[in-house]
C-alpha cells in the first residue's frame, strides 16, 4: 500500500536510520530517494512549526506522505538554550557545537537539561499528525561514549544512567525523545491508515 511509504523530510543519516528503525511496519525513504533535494529554512519559533514547515514542503513536492522532525537540547541553566538552535548554536559542526555547550556550562552547578522532538506527518490529501516526545538528563563535564551524534555523548539520560553515546541503538531509541514522539505518532495513526 503507497500509503505505507513515508518520505523522511531529513538530510541526516543519524535521524533517518533512527525512523526506520523506530517505524516498523513501514517504508521509510530519504527525501533524496523522492527526488527532493532542497533545503527548508526552519523560520518556525518552535520544534513544532519547524518539523510541518519541513514535512509540508516536502508533500507539496513530492505527493507522497512526509515525516518531518525537529529536535534540541534545552539545558536548563543556558534558560533552555540552544533549543532549536541545537544543530546551529556554534555555527559549525557538532563537534564545535558540544564544545561551545561545555564551555556556556563552565561553573554551572544545575546541569539539567532535556531533550525534545516534534514530529509532523503530513499526507498529500491534507491529514496532518503530530507527537513531541520529550527525554531528561544532566549535562556531563566531559564527553562520553563513542555512538550516537551531536549531543549524545554529553547527554547522562535519567532512564539509562549513562550517556547516549554509550548506550546501544535500542537501549536509546527506547527511551529518546525521537523514540517517543515517533511512538506518540504512532498511537495517533491507529485506525488513521
Do not use: Q, W
Amino acid at each position: 500500500m503507497e500509503e505505507k511509504v513515508i518520505v523522511a523530510a531529513t538530510g541526516n543519516e543519524h535521524k533517518l536510520k533512527e525512523m526506520r528503525e523506530i517505524l516498523k511496519g513501514y517504508t521509510v525513504i530519504s527525501a533524496k530517494e523522492a527526488g527532493f533535494f532542497e533545503e527548508v529554512e526552519e523560520t518556525g519559533s518552535t520544534f513544532l512549526e519547524n518539523a510541518f514547515l519541513k514535512a509540508r514542503a516536502v508533500v507539496k513536492k513530492t505527493g507522497r506522505a512526509a515525516l518531518a522532525d525537529d529536535s534540541g537540547l534545552n539545558v536548563d541553566a543556558l534558560g533552555g538554550e540552544p533549543g532549536i538552535y541545537s544543530a546551529r548554536y556554534s555555527g559549525g559542526d557538532s563537534a564545535e557545537n558540544r564544545k561551545l555547550l561545555l564551555k556556556n556550562m563552565k561553573g554551572k552547578t544545575d546541569r539539567r537539561a532535556s531533550f525534545t522532538c516534534a514530529v509532523a506527518l503530513v499526507f498529500p490529501d491534507g491529514r496532518e499528525y503530530s507527537a513531541i516526545g520529550k527525554t531528561y538528563g544532566t549535562i556531563l563535564e566531559e564527553e562520553r561514549g563513542e555512538n550516537g551524534f551531536g549531543y549524545d555523548s554529553l547527554f547522562l539520560s535519567e532512564d539509562l544512567k549513562k550517556s547516549f553515546a554509550e548506550a546501544s541503538d535500542e537501549e536509546k531509541n527506547s527511551v529518546s525523545h525521537r523514540g517517543r514522539a515517533l511512538a506518540g505518532l504512532l498511537d495517533s495513526l491507529k485506525g488513521a491508515l
